[in-house]
């Protein structure tokens, strides 16, 4: 039974210092490893797990080809000036021959868990000798988990699978009584730059979750861009997490004046305090058309743009 | 070469009776035919070669099963009171048989227009004897087609296609120099009803222009309520066009609590004077969310609504 730390119940400094202690007891003088997504709780974790256990940790970023524009390059220059060492890890092309010919959801968040898990990350763990995983799982992680909303790749022990024995580690999950805001607080007593610690929650799966149907690297290129259209756009309304989705129906569209199919750029921003409901942000009707404008002058192939109008529930945040 | 009549350059009067006139003279004493689908412009051609034929002229509705809901009783009923009779021939299940399996939007027009002249319209014009057909083409139509734009069934004189060998009758096209808006002036001077005469525009294909991918009786039955609830929200908003699109996309919503794939619905909504242009009409925040709740509460396997945010062009009015 995991006993939830509210927002208004959190000392950050008390928690830090507590979380640090239970890692540096639970780890002794043990190898202990942790993958870094550039996501606000992986980066806390890393936080934490540095504070504990120095050198003893080593951090992997692991570039699956998934993941918004310079991304590993950004994250592990942060961390650099924080005084932590992230080895980043090619593995673009696993991850895009895993995907291949995939469409359903289901299936794509098994083949990247799959492939981050058993092949690519299980390989780094065997091979370093760590015995200690340090992970970010946050308590909606778990309810969203045991609800059969959202398949977890980081909640194994929740889901009744022994994670010494799957994977011959054992998880640690500092964040796992926080929600969001909790693990934000965190960050920021951590002494995380604002940019990281307040970031907007990426998903797992990251840029394939952004696509309908097959995962391909020029689909990956079209929703990189239209990504980064998007956040440069709407960093600044105070919404909870904002995205563009490259759908797979093709629309009708005109090239040159003449009739022609491209593809549609689906954009969502929501309003929400945790993730478990959510609503559309009311944004200016002249940014919309601004951004819609944007993202078919900037990313090719793309000549439709929509705003999701519905709410969570009964959509969900993320389309796939 | 067709000489365009503006808006500001249309005497109604003069130009019903110049029509009326020049429809008399073509047909003279033969039996002349015509397919009502309820549109602006069939329904003024409707009363053009009423007032010039008559009871030489026969007026069909063909039931495509493609329609809104409730489309053939109205438009008949609106046509009785104005002394039309209008026999609705009832061909569902010829147009969902010549739709099955098909998904590309250019054979699904195919499959449609195929079905509507050589199958059904053909054989009632063979069974008739008629040798004149009269059709609502207008001067937007034919600059398309030229364009390559759009395909339009009724333009096949445009097209270099003789429409006597093809078909066996004569085609007369009275709006052929109109414009969407010479049409609705013209419209209001025959006396047809308000909501007749201006009606948004619907595409000669129908619904099934608003289904992406395989047309079936069920995605009609959807997209044809969804189309209904569109309709009723947005009437009174002055747009020059609005509709709702059945995506075949699936994106994850959650029914009772459980993570679910479900069906998106896009609200296109458009300013525009003659549908060459056209930009996103700007609809309050919430009437596009009471709209979305509204699509989900009463559209069964709906989860998600968006709504276009783009211009034409690129983009174009309809999806398909």
Same mark, same amino acid.
């Given at each position: 039974?995991?006993? @939830?730390? =509210? #927002?208004?119940?959190?000392?950050?400094?008390?928690?830090?210092?507590?979380?640090?202690?239970?890692?540096?007891?639970?780890?002794?003088?043990?190898?202990?490893?942790?993958?870094?997504? +550039?996501?606000?709780?992986?980066?806390?974790?890393? $936080?934490?797990?540095? &504070?504990?256990?120095?050198?003893?940790? /080593?951090?992997?970023?692991?570039?699956?080809?998934?993941?918004?524009? +310079?991304?590993?390059?950004?994250?592990?220059?942060?961390?650099?000036?924080?005084?932590?060492?992230?080895?980043?890890?090619?593995?673009?092309?696993?991850?895009?021959?895993?995907?291949?010919?995939?469409?359903?959801?289901?299936?794509?968040?098994?083949?990247?868990?799959? =492939?981050?898990?058993?092949?690519?990350?299980? /390989?780094?763990?065997?091979?370093? +000798?760590?015995?200690?995983? #340090?992970?970010?799982?946050?308590?909606?992680?778990?309810?969203?988990?045991?609800?059969?909303?959202?398949?977890?790749?980081?909640?194994?022990?929740?889901?009744?699978?022994? *994670?010494?024995?799957?994977?011959?580690?054992?998880?640690?999950?500092?964040?796992?009584?926080?929600?969001?805001?909790?693990?934000?607080?965190?960050?920021?007593?951590?002494?995380?730059?604002? @940019? $990281?610690?307040?970031?907007?929650?990426?998903?797992?799966?990251?840029?394939?979750?952004?696509?309908?149907? @097959?995962?391909?690297?020029?689909?990956?290129?079209?929703?990189?861009?239209?990504?980064?259209?998007?956040?440069?756009?709407?960093?600044?309304?105070?919404?909870?997490?904002? $995205?563009?989705?490259?759908?797979?129906?093709?629309? =009708?569209?005109?090239?040159?004046?003449?009739?022609?199919? +491209?593809?549609?750029?689906?954009?969502?921003?929501?309003?929400?305090?945790?993730?478990?409901?959510? =609503?559309?942000?009311?944004?200016?009707?002249?940014?919309?058309? &601004?951004?819609?404008?944007?993202?078919?002058?900037?990313?090719?192939?793309?000549?439709?743009?929509?705003?999701?109008?519905?709410?969570?529930? *009964?959509?969900?945040? @993320?389309?796939?």
């Amino acid at each position: 039974m995991i006993i @939830e730390i =509210t #927002l208004q119940d959190l000392n950050p400094q008390k928690f830090i210092a507590e979380k640090v202690n239970e890692i540096k007891a639970s780890a002794g003088d043990g190898v202990a490893i942790n993958a870094l997504s +550039g996501g606000v709780d992986s980066s806390v974790v890393t $936080m934490l797990g540095h &504070r504990a256990l120095g050198k003893q940790l /080593r951090t992997v970023f692991i570039q699956n080809g998934l993941m918004r524009q +310079g991304e590993a390059e950004s994250v592990s220059a942060i961390f650099a000036k924080l005084g932590v060492n992230v080895e980043v890890i090619d593995a673009q092309n696993e991850f895009l021959y895993a995907l291949k010919g995939i469409t359903d959801p289901e299936e794509k968040r098994e083949a990247i868990t799959g =492939t981050f898990y058993k092949k690519v990350f299980g /390989r780094i763990v065997r091979e370093s +000798g760590a015995r200690f995983l #340090l992970q970010g799982t946050i308590l909606t992680d778990i309810d969203e988990t045991v609800a059969g909303i959202k398949r977890q790749h980081n909640v194994f022990a929740q889901l009744g699978i022994d *994670p010494q024995e799957a994977f011959g580690y054992q998880i640690l999950e500092p964040l796992v009584q926080l929600r969001k805001d909790g693990v934000r607080a965190t960050g920021r007593a951590l002494g995380l730059p604002e @940019e $990281m610690f307040n970031r907007i929650p990426f998903p797992g799966p990251a840029l394939a979750a952004r696509i309908i149907g @097959e995962v391909t690297a020029e689909k990956l290129e079209t929703v990189r861009k239209a990504t980064s259209v998007v956040e440069k756009a709407l960093c600044n309304r105070g919404a909870f997490q904002y $995205m563009a989705i490259l759908h797979q129906d093709r629309v =009708t569209g005109m090239t040159n004046g003449k009739r022609d199919f +491209g593809q549609q750029i689906e954009i969502r921003c929501w309003d929400s305090i945790d993730a478990r409901t959510a =609503t559309p942000t009311n944004l200016p009707f002249e940014v919309l058309g &601004r951004l819609a404008n944007d993202i078919i002058s900037e990313v090719p192939g793309i000549v439709s743009v929509t705003y999701n109008i519905a709410t969570k529930p *009964p959509s969900t945040i @993320e389309a796939v």
